[in-house]
T-cell receptor, first 115, second 113 residues
Framework: GNSVTQMEGPVTLSEEAFLTINCTYT??????LFWYVQYPGEGLQLLLK?????DKGSNKGFEATYRKETTSFHLEKGSVQVSDSAVYFC??????????????FGTGTLLAVQP | DAGVTQSPTHLIKTRGQQVTLRCSPK?????VSWYQQALGQGPQFIFQ???????QRGNFPDRFSGHQFPNYSSELNVNALLLGDSALYLC????????????FGPGTRLLVL
């Protein structure tokens, strides 16, 4: 079945530093890829998504590009803020003709941004 | 527009008891999924409901069961609770169709003593 591997945390950065969180996946077919963010004590919020190869998802300064050749979907942000401190989850879903059902998540990466 | 709502927010039970968690999907959504998130882990898929039927199931025992009502809301039931069932239970909803994103609720935190 599908699986996701993301870099272990915690990742500790200073404000305005560049962020990369690596994510690779294994899947049959052409899955959709997602990044979700979880702030302390809260549920998951969709950060961005990409549904086919070479798509770039972007939101709130975060970006990730669906790379089929390297089976990767790395999350990047040019300048992080203290408010970005959270746990970030990479996820994949099966793509049965475009319908996404269950999501398979990585273990999460804790990001701590210091002022 | 209300998002996905879940109740209760927190719950404490003892081993062997039974628990029911509730979820109301986002307006316009007809498909509900449940996930279990153990501390420090990513969410694990339990099952998905659509048209009041369980459509897909993850690797969870029969102690975990669910229901979907005609108004698309859903319940998750867990029988014979074990200590290992302590987790954050997340409900996610989406509109059936192609490439529809899942939206998550805030979760119910269950502690089994």
């Amino acid at each position: 079945g599908n699986s996701v591997t993301q870099m272990e945390g915690p990742v500790t950065l200073s404000e305005e530093a560049f962020l990369t969180i690596n994510c690779t996946y294994t899947a049959t077919g052409y899955p959709s890829l997602f990044w979700y963010v979880q702030y302390p004590g809260e549920g998951l919020q969709l950060l961005l998504k990409a549904t086919k190869a070479d798509d770039k998802g972007s939101n709130k300064g975060f970006e990730a590009t669906y790379r089929k050749e390297t089976t990767s979907f790395h999350l990047e942000k040019g300048s992080v803020q203290v408010s970005d401190s959270a746990v970030y989850f990479c996820a994949t879903g099966p793509n049965y003709g475009g319908a996404t059902n269950k999501l398979i998540f990585g273990t999460g990466t804790l990001l701590a941004v210091q002022p | 527009d209300a998002g996905v709502t879940q109740s209760p927010t927190h719950l404490i039970k003892t081993r062997g008891q039974q628990v029911t968690l509730r979820c109301s999907p986002k307006s316009g959504h007809d498909t509900v999924s449940w996930y279990q998130q153990a501390l420090g882990q990513g969410p694990q898929f339990i099952f998905q409901y659509y048209e009041e039927e369980e459509r897909q199931r993850g690797n969870f025992p029969d102690r975990f069961s669910g229901h979907q009502f005609p108004n698309y809301s859903s319940e998750l039931n867990v029988n014979a609770l074990l200590l290992g069932d302590s987790a954050l239970y997340l409900c996610a909803s989406r509109r059936s169709g192609r490439e529809e994103t899942q939206y998550f609720g805030p979760g119910t935190r269950l502690l089994v003593l």
